[in-house]
């Protein structure tokens, strides 16, 4: 169990275009998600947190307006970048928390897209 | 915030050889994952553990929670145990959000 899905896998877009990428647990029900940016032979870094019915929460320096979120269900969270330019091309990587009777909070990630703006 | 460290940043082995990782924390946490992403990036899930050891095949981990660090140990390495390590650290007076490590990087050699 604990499966957590990422669509699209990558997208190649173009300079001022809008781009959505999904992210699923396929297995369980997950109300807190986490959005991670990649660079290059870099470590993961949060972006924010998505609350299932509630706005997201952003870390310092991330744009919220950029960086649209929203998480519509329990198995479901968007992230959607907003006229997408080519600092934004970046592997993004989405995570879900499974509670476990409240005392193990285990993170399962997705297979990530790659993000490529030209 | 909390501060994750983890050695060494590169690693080259021989198939077959064993390996010590280490991430050092710089603040009680009740949340530590280590994990490997691939060659295609995906996170692959190796242990949930906060403390104690725990092992599974040829992997095995270690939390010293009051020492606070972890150590990964991988036996008789493989060419397919190539790819980057993560450490990382949650704290849930933090909101369970995670810190992850700078990596290791791993390349087993046939």
């Known amino acids: 169990g604990a499966v957590v899905s990422q669509h699209p896998s990558w997208v190649i877009c173009k300079s001022g275009t809008s781009v959505k990428i999904e992210c699923r647990s396929l297995?369980?029900?997950?109300?807190?998600m986490f959005w991670y940016r990649q660079f290059p032979k870099k470590s993961l870094m949060l972006m924010a947190t998505s609350n299932e019915g509630s706005k997201a929460t952003y870390e310092q320096g991330v744009e919220k307006d950029k960086f649209l979120i929203n998480h519509a269900s329990l198995t479901l969270s968007t992230l959607t970048v907003t006229s997408a330019h080519p600092e934004d091309s970046s592997f993004y990587i989405c995570?879900?928390?499974?509670?476990?009777?409240?005392?193990?909070?285990?993170?399962?990630f997705g297979p990530g897209t790659r993000l490529t703006v030209l | 915030g909390i501060q994750v460290e983890q050695s060494p940043p590169d690693l080259i082995l021989q198939e077959g050889a064993n390996s010590t990782l280490r991430c050092n924390f710089s603040?009680?946490?009740?949340?530590l994952q280590w994990f490997h992403q691939n060659p295609w990036g995906q996170l692959i899930n190796l242990f949930y553990i906060p403390s104690g050891t725990k092992q599974n095949g040829r992997l095995s981990a270690t939390t010293v929670a009051t020492e606070r660090y972890s150590l990964l140990y991988i036996s008789s390495s493989q060419t397919t145990d190539s790819g980057v390590y993560f450490c990382?650290?949650?704290?849930?007076?933090?909101?369970?959000?995670?810190?992850f490590g700078p990596g290791t990087r791993l390349s087993v050699l046939p």
């Open positions: 297995d369980f029900q997950a109300t807190t």
């Open positions: 603040d009680s946490v009740n949340n």
């Open positions: 995570s879900a928390r499974r509670p476990w009777r409240e005392v193990r909070d285990e993170q399962f």
């Open positions: 990382a650290v949650g704290l849930r007076n933090y909101g369970q959000n995670f810190v």
